[in-house]
């Protein structure tokens, strides 16, 4: 089992407007060799830095069942977004992969 | 669906032992209301800090089960562990909460 996961920091007000981004995005992931799910997980709101933490969080079957998704149309087609996101983002999204070692 | 997680930086060299820390647990979530899946997950190297992100990767029906199990007697014995982890971790844990709002 493969976990990728995206971490976003998303300014106070756009909590709103960046879940609508992934309801509506074209991802046609459940097509795609390796997929088992998907989850767009809501952290906790920082004080400090005004923002809520969100993560995509995706499990594949092998991070090589990743890796082939992530060289793929539909992989394009899933990044494509005509919305403005202008104020959303407090910084880039950062990639963390994680392999399992141990299942309960 | 609500998903618990803890980072943890190990120091290169324990990764290892913090695996056998997990596995040696007696954890018995299985027991537990509520409780979907436990990973024990690997991250990356990193080669500034020479440490290993791991991460505990708990899914719960939902933030009510997993807040339950935290002030019960399956939690304290899960984290009682006899084993000397002097060297093994960079920082403290950090816990992050998460809970779905989209889904496929």
């Known amino acids: 089992m ?3 996961m995206n971490r976003f920091r998303i300014n ?3 909590e709103d407007a960046f879940e609508e981004v ?3 995005r074209d991802s046609r992931l459940k097509d795609v060799q390796g997929f088992q799910s998907f989850h767009l997980l809501k952290g906790a709101f920082d004080e400090d830095s005004q923002t809520t933490l969100y993560a ?3 499990i594949w079957e092998s991070q090589e069942h990743f890796s082939a998704w992530t060289r793929s149309e ?11 996101t202008t104020g959303m983002y407090a910084g880039p999204p950062v990639f ?4 399992s070692v141990l299942a309960e």
Request: glycine share 8%; proline share 0%.
């Open 96 to 99: 963390e992969g994680f392999s």
């Open 56 to 58: 995509s969080h995706t």
């Open 74 to 84: 539909h992989f394009r087609a899933a990044h494509k977004s005509a919305r403005d």
């Open 12 to 14: 106070k007000g756009h």
């Open 22 to 24: 992934w309801r509506s």
């Open 2 to 4: 493969f976990v990728a």
